[in-house]
């Protein structure tokens, strides 16, 4: 961005945060909420001020800036969506965003939802497709009719029609998470893996990461990394069982995904394992307190807050007719950060905190419309 432009305070952020998230999280619709004033007081105080023009551009209207999320299925992750999407509406002095997910991780009915928004007039949306191969064709239909699309969480299969993913680097994640871990254990002792669907390309990643991460201390040996688990019985069955076995052997457990991570929280809450440490994924409400009382030594949590913030304002960027440069990266890695107790009441400030580092030269990434 251009040298000298303000940069919007946490303080200004966290309280537009605070009046709006109660009424986002969780929510699927936010059309039945007030029009967007021409109060310009956080465009006033925002990283966009001058740089991103306010409100509608010549020769658009306000209804070519109704914007809706669509995440690939409900799911915890996409909590802070909605509500971090309508603070950088608020900002930029556009409508209110619209939220939505299908059920569970089916394309179809993710693209009834996004086949249904499109009908109603919404003209951008940033999204996680609910299968990155059948969502991808989809994006391109979309594209195709006009609709710019940004997607966050994860991409798509590539190349894709979309501008850009805003995503966590799950390689960084995990290998960052494991040296958390290993450091905790004193760099000594047997370390567990508990990973996704090892079909997956990004638990690949993960694996390889916790992998490099053990192989840089020799006091530290990878016991075992165990894939396939990312669901409630099947993560718990296989903590208990690698405990029963080789318990004396762990000093740790690294997850690189939810449920292990929920599991961990309750089984390690046991006293006998008070010395056997992990480090979780991701900041559900379990795995916080799993922190707070000691099972977990922390958890590496994404930003999807970060994620949907951005998405928005680019939206309105390519609205306005920004473009992305054909030298930048298609994966954009929103950030991942660590969370122990110290810090574990501050996860969505923290995302806000690294979101607004990331702001300052967003703009950079992209050709401003000809005047």
Known sequence: MKKG?????????????????????????????????????AYDQSVWKDVVEFGAVDGKTDKDYAFAGVFG???????????AADIAAEELGIKATEFDAPKDWVQNDQNTILDGLI???????????SDPVAGNEQISKMTSSGVPIVCVGGSPST????????ATDVYQAAYDGTINLIKAMGETGGVVGLCGAVTDTNTQSRMEAIQKACAEYPNVELIQIIGDIDESEASVTAIENILAAKGDQISGFISTCYYPSVALA??????????????????????????KSGALDG?????????????????????????YKADQDFLVDSGSFYITKDNADKVEQTQMEA?????????????????
């Open 159 to 166: 190349p894709s029609k979309a501008t850009l993913t805003l």
């Open 299 to 323: 958890t590496m949590s994404q930003n999807p807050w970060g994620q949907a913030y951005l998405a928005t304002v680019t939206l309105k960027m390519l609205t306005d007719g920004w473009t």
């Open 355 to 371: 979101t607004m580092e990331m702001a300052k030269t967003w703009t950079d990434r992209f050709d401003a419309p000809a005047k």
């Open 5 to 41: 432009k303000k940069f919007i305070s946490i303080v200004s952020c966290v309280a537009l945060a605070a009046g709006m998230m109660a009424g986002c999280k969780g929510g699927t619709d936010s059309s039945s909420s007030s029009s967007q004033t021409q109060d310009k007081t």
């Open 73 to 83: 299925a409900i799911n915890s992750y996409s909590d802070p969506m909605q509500g």
């Open 266 to 291: 309750k089984i390690l809450s046991d006293e006998r394992y008070s010395n056997v440490h992990a480090i979780g994924c991701d900041t559900d409400e379990a795995v916080l307190d799993g922190i």
């Open 119 to 129: 009908a109603k007039g919404i003209k951008g949306i940033y999204m996680m497709t």
